[in-house]
């Protein structure tokens, strides 16, 4: 199993900007960013496969960015104009369960252990 480690998150205004970061301990194939806000269910932000190809929640697109290196093992999402609807624990997962890179929670068995992005008016 690969581990990973997110780092990145914070208190910002509405508006502000992150970047979040998420350290592999190996290679992996597809990866994402998932969130969870209290008594909500997890939910996909971002997707990306080994080759570049980019998956983003609807509502979210145009705002965030997901992206990798993967000479560092590494992923990341940008996330600009943020609101407070984006307040949240963000999670880094990887090791997929099947050849689809997709949003499902149930498609990754690999997870880290979140950062918090907070955002307030």
């Known amino acids: 199993q690969v581990q990973l480690m997110e780092s990145g998150g914070g208190s910002v205004q509405v508006g502000g900007s992150l970047r979040l970061s998420c350290v592999a301990s190996g290679g992996t194939s597809s990866m994402g960013w998932f969130r969870q806000a209290p008594g909500k269910e997890r939910e996909g932000v971002a997707a990306?496969?080994?080759?570049?190809?980019?998956y983003y929640a609807a509502v979210l697109r145009g705002r965030f960015t997901i992206s990798r290196d993967n000479a560092k093992n590494t992923l990341y999402l940008q996330m600009n104009t943020l609101k407070p609807e984006d307040t949240a624990m963000y999670y880094c997962a990887a090791c997929r369960r099947t050849s689809s890179t997709n949003l499902e929670v149930s498609n990754y068995n690999c997870w880290g252990q979140g950062t918090q992005v907070t955002v307030s008016s």
């Open positions: 990306i496969a080994p080759g570049g190809s980019t």
